[in-house]
């Protein structure tokens, strides 16, 4: 079958999603137990940024001059959150997406330390609330470490 890009497609097999979470057994407790929290974690930020947009907003600190900071705002926090729940909760079930998952969890969490801590130079503000961010994303970053260890070592 061609699109109308001229690349052949073909139907995602549901066999393959079923090969891709049969090797469950090999995932480390530990790992499936992080890809659980992620999945939790980020499934409650997409949901508390789709429930309430203006609060949540509000409560990092976001002002919207008009609609489309709104859709960027739901698309970061609800869509991309969303997607890497989905991601998290695959890697229960999957070594090979739980590897990567470990991954994500490293090195989001550092990229976003690093933009956290330069702002925060940067723009001279500290507040109870980035500085909990910040705590947040060096334990996450390193839980993830940890995990990818662990998988990787299995």
């Known amino acids: 079958m061609r699109t109308a890009g001229g690349l052949k497609s073909r139907p995602v097999s549901t066999d393959r999603l079923a090969h891709v979470m049969t090797d469950a057994a090999s995932v480390p407790g530990l790992v499936r ?45 609800g869509g991309f959150y969303a997607g890497l729940a989905v991601v998290f909760l695959i890697g229960v079930g999957s070594r090979a997406v739980a590897t990567g998952a470990m991954a994500v969890l490293v090195f989001s969490n550092l990229g976003a330390l690093v933009g956290r801590v330069a702002a925060m130079v940067t723009l001279d503000t500290v507040s109870d609330l980035l500085i909990g961010l910040a705590i947040g994303e060096v334990v996450l970053a390193a839980l993830g470490a940890w995990g990818w260890h662990r998988i990787s070592r299995a």
């Open 33 to 77: 137990g992080l890809c659980v929290f992620g999945a939790v974690v980020c499934a409650a930020i997409a949901g508390a940024a789709v429930a309430n947009v203006q609060e949540t907003a509000a409560t990092l600190g976001f002002a919207f001059a008009g609609s489309h900071g709104q859709v960027e705002f739901l698309t970061m926090y």
